[in-house]
């Protein structure tokens, strides 16, 4: 019997793989045979398709087939997460930069992408106008991105808001101290997971196979089934462990296609997109946020009044999702005795917004965290000292009828609020800054697992999760291995192949190591059940006088090993124990406006110290800690690695990332040259991260999720360290250079 | 193809014939496919394949390519050496990185046939059987990684650094790896790895 690794940071289960090259990722694998798939995409957003001409492209030598949506069944096979208003191809216009109009298969890369252009230069189209502001798509003059036919018996059918929701508690008040009336933006930023997206899919005797770094299998395989009417159980989805999701590889993007072509062709093909096309596959959804917030003198908060506008895109992807989750929790962390929040997804013609690290969160913490940070500057109260009096106890319930806080809130505000030395002297052009984040995790959801205790004691798990750098391979083993008493080394994880894996809902919202965590510990716990019975048989003892351990059963005054029991159990015909394990959380609730309750939440303290150049506009972070609320960390320095990543990318949209449109909707900066996001060079010189532990989770040994915390308020903190030094605040991110030097320039004008 | 279904089942309305049609027959009447005409197409621009010989990690690789096919392209495609990695395909984020001459480049903006006769070494070719190289260990020592993607060019741009200057200040480390993008935040790790690493002589 081995000692227990929870709790210590074990190294990373595939990290030799990943630094001798050996790790495949989609794009390494083979696919004897396959036809390459090169998608034909325009050079503006919104397009009417008059005539494909494809004639001439057809004749390369090596392509097989070009299909365009004529070709498509009627009416058009459409796919999505949450409604199905996605085509497989551009329906009569394309609706966003990046929409394919056709899609080649030739045997060759090179065939199909030179068919691919000959089409681009001979396709017959007409530009029209396109929707790509806020301010755009709620003009009731602008076009429809979706027009009503499409969407039958649905009251905003006719406007481009998509969903809307209204969420809030409490009555208005009579009067407040302050109010503060304020608008902030929240820019389109790219994932860039640094793998491309890469898809493959084989027609076979089942079925279809699809290949895929997808973050959620079963999703992908639902989806794909809905859209071609084919049984669960005849869709497989091969999941390799992504390089790099954050959510960009969450929902089905070209995949639905690919398996329409495989079948229909009786082919394989593959697709990998460029880094180009990856930016135009997936981004993070755009806002506008209008906050009133209301104080007492004293800095409480008395109401919370938010208008949440978020640009979802051409089509709903999970954006609906998105914008009601996080809309539903804008408010804060805080006591906030009076909420308003009116949330709108409206519809553009821009990339589908999905799944991105935070999930809206970001965009709603920007604006209540700046509001928070004003208040206090007006008020004269510590930055600190104003979260302190809005935080809600543990135990309290913040927003009524919900999950209360669940963890010492308090105690990472001022664990920050130490390591950042809050109080101590600044020097010239230096500021700090500080913020919470808080994101409801995930709600009414399930994760099964199956865990095999083999003869010789050794075990298999076999979960659905997508380990693409969070570390759920080692923490499941970890987990695995404390429960059954097996060193990491001698447990192989078996993940993303739904025709050998159990059902899980998806790999997201922080929530696999408490949902596939807890899956994973019962289904360990039934392994020791079936190894009682086990005993008892072998040994011929009553079940209840028999005690599994971790690693141990004892039987009448002896301590066997599992495998003396099993070799005992099953004699010379051998076997194994099967265990399953499911959690589904505190389930599905049809009266909560978010269909359950969140079965934690993820809590961050980020604070920041800045040094502004005043000449350049440059922001320099040179300070940045963390306190994240985790339960527990079963790996701390994998956990430690998630928070700084999040923050990490988080500087990236409060300082540099931001795709930029033109007036035909195009993305102007595709591409790492462009498009700015965090390297070496942008690291804080000092960056701490602190773990609050109190084993207060939902999840194994008390563990919550995290993940996400480290990219939740960050944009706040910088944007108050800026104002600090500059006396200016930003309300629109990122705060580029450009914008702080002119933010600097138009406040000397003022002043003077 | 066009088939209409009498069920009115919203956005599943036609599937079923539409599989029917679909999923079993191959290339449907209406996809327009190469016919006799395929020969008259345009031609290929270019010059054809020529042999080139490259040394990739010791190893003489006797290949036949066009002019313009990439040091990546030539080992991913052409060798089965898939460790080195395509993010970019623009020289700007630095998974694709490889030593030529001991000076790390990014080989997704570099033409194979430029690079004969030069020692090219990538990823697979660092641990010595079993044996990890100290860059390599340091990066599971330290846990510089997380996804994995970007790692190969981290440790063929870091292992590029070291063998230039064998005990780097941070900020040589810093600028040493600036053309690297590391998505998943893992910078300050790859620092302590690169720190760490001690006896990588010079190259």
């Known amino acids: 019997m081995s000692e227990h690794t929870i709790g210590q ?148 059918a006719g406007t481009n808001i998509l969903r809307e929701w209204t969420f809030g508690w409490g009555t208005a008040p009579d009067q407040a101290h302050l109010v503060i009336e304020r608008e902030y933006r929240f820019p389109m930023v790219t994932h860039f997971a640094i793998e491309p997206h890469a898809f493959a899919a084989a027609p076979d005797e089942s079925g279809v196979t699809i290949w895929s770094p997808t973050q959620h299998p079963f999703v992908l395989q639902r989806v794909v089934a809905a859209c071609l009417a084919l049984p669960l159980a005849r869709v497989r989805i091969v999941a390799p462990d992504p390089g790099g999701g954050f959510g960009g590889k969450g929902w089905p993007k070209f995949e639905p296609l690919l398996a329409y072509m495989a079948l229909r062709l009786g082919r394989a093909v593959r697709l990998v997109l460029t ?93 209540v965290e700046s509001q928070l940070n004003e208040a206090a500057r007006i008020l004269g109260i510590d930055a600190v000292e104003i979260r302190r009096r809005n935080l809600p106890r543990k ?15 308090g105690a990472a505000l001022a664990a920050a609020e130490r390591s950042i030395d809050w109080h101590a002297p600044l020097g010239p052009g230096r500021g700090r800054g500080i913020s919470l984040g808080l994101k409801s995790s995930s709600t009414a959801s399930a994760s099964l697992a199956i865990v095999r205790l083999l003869f010789d004691g050794s075990v298999s798990v076999f979960s659905a999760t997508s380990d693409m750098g969070q570390g759920a391979r ?61 005993a008892a048989r072998a040994y011929d003892v009553p079940e209840e006088t028999i005690a599994v351990e971790p690693g141990a059963v004892r039987v009448a005054g002896r301590e066997l090993t599992y495998v003396e029991v099993l070799r005992d159990g099953f004699g010379p015909p051998r076997g194994e124990l099967v265990g399953v394990g499911e959690d589904r959380g505190s389930g599905f609730r049809a009266d909560h406006p978010l269909g359950g309750r969140p079965e934690f939440w993820e809590f961050m303290c980020s604070a920041v110290e800045v040094e502004v150049d005043a000449e350049t506009g440059v922001v320099d972070v040179t300070r940045l800690v963390l306190a994240s609320d985790v339960g527990k960390a079963l790996n701390p320095r994998q956990v430690e690695a998630q928070d700084e990543g999040a923050a990490t990318m988080g500087l990236g949209h409060s300082l540099m990332e931001e795709l930029i449109l033109d007036e035909c909707g195009r993305v102007r900066n595709l591409g790492a040259l462009d498009y700015r996001l965090p390297t070496t060079m942008n690291m804080p010189g000092e960056l701490h991260s602190i773990l609050i532990e109190n084993e207060d989770g939902p999840g194994p040994y008390g563990a919550k999720g995290a993940g996400e915390g480290g990219i939740l308020g960050i944009a706040a903190a910088v944007g108050a360290a800026v104002q600090q030094v500059t006396g200016v605040q930003i309300r629109e991110l990122p705060l580029t250079p450009e914008r702080v030097w002119r933010a600097i320039a138009q406040n000397r004008r003022d002043g003077s | 193809m066009a088939s209409k279904d009498d069920s009115p089942d919203g956005v599943n309305l036609s599937r079923r014939n539409f599989l029917k049609s679909t999923g079993v027959v191959g290339i449907a009447a209406t996809v327009v496919s190469p016919g006799e005409a395929a020969q008259s197409g345009p031609p290929v621009v270019g010059p054809g394949e020529v042999p080139v010989r490259l040394n990739v990690n010791g190893r003489q690789l006797n290949l036949s390519i066009e002019p313009r096919v990439t040091l990546l392209d030539a080992l991913r495609m052409r060798a089965d050496l898939t460790g080195s990695k395509r993010g970019c395909d623009r020289g700007a984020c630095g998974a694709c990185t490889m030593l030529v001459d001991g000076r790390p480049v990014y080989s997704c903006s570099t033409l194979a046939i430029e690079v004969q006769g030069k020692q090219i070494r990538n990823v697979e070719g660092l641990a010595n059987g079993n044996t990890l190289h100290p860059v390599q260990q340091a990066f599971c020592d330290k846990d510089a990684l997380m996804c994995g993607f970007c790692t190969p060019g981290f440790i063929m741009a870091s292992v590029g650094l070291l063998e230039k200057i064998p005990n780097p200040t941070p900020e040589q480390i810093r600028k040493g790896l600036d053309g690297n993008i590391c998505r998943c935040g893992t910078f300050n790790r790859i620092f302590e790895a690169v720190s760490s690493v001690k006896g990588v002589r010079r190259g």
Request: aromatic residues 6%; contains cysteine.
């Open chain 1, 9 to 156: 940071s074990i190294p990373r289960i595939g990290a030799r793989e990943r630094v001798t090259g050996a790790q495949k990722y989609t794009a390494d694998l083979p696919f004897p045979g396959a036809l390459h798939v090169q998608l034909v995409h325009l050079d503006a957003a919104r397009l009417a398709i008059r005539r494909v001409n494809r004639d001439e492209a057809a004749r390369v030598p090596g392509v097989v087939a070009i299909l365009i949506a004529e070709d498509l069944p009627d009416p058009m096979p459409r796919f999505g997460p949450a409604v199905a208003d996605r085509p497989l191809l551009a329906d009569g216009e394309t609706r966003f930069f990046g929409e394919p109009v056709a899609a080649v298969a030739a045997e060759t890369l090179d065939a199909a992408r030179q068919a691919a252009t000959l089409i681009r230069e001979q396709i017959e189209v007409e530009e029209l106008p396109p929707v790509i502001t806020v301010e755009q798509a709620l003009d009731p003059v602008s076009p429809l991105v979706q027009g009503p036919e499409s969407r039958p018996g649905d009251p905003l």
């Open chain 1, 275 to 367: 880094l180009e096309e990856s930016f135009q596959a997936a981004r993070r959804t755009s806002a506008r946020i209008q906050a009133r917030s209301a104080f007492d003198r004293d800095g409480r908060i008395i109401s919370q009044d938010l208008r949440t506008d978020f640009l979802v895109g051409a089509y709903a992807d999970i954006g609906i999702r998105v914008v009601s989750k996080a809309s539903y929790a804008a408010c804060g962390p805080y006591r906030t005795p009076h909420a308003s929040v009116h949330a709108r997804a409206l519809l553009s013609h821009t990339t589908p917004s999905t799944a991105f690290r935070g999930f809206g969160t970001p965009q709603a913490s920007w604006a």
């Open chain 1, 395 to 409: 135990g309290e319930a913040f927003i009524p009828g919900d999950t209360p806080a669940d963890g010492d809130w």
């Open chain 1, 474 to 534: 080692t923490v499941f083993a970890q987990i695995a291995g404390r429960e059954l008493g097996v060193s990491p080394d001698r447990i192989v994880l078996t993940m993303g192949d739904t025709a050998v894996v159990p059902f899980d809902s998806s790999t997201s919202a922080s929530r696999s190591t408490v949902f596939m965590g807890n899956a994973i510990l019962r289904a360990c716990a039934d392994i020791r059940a079936q190894l009682r019975r086990l």
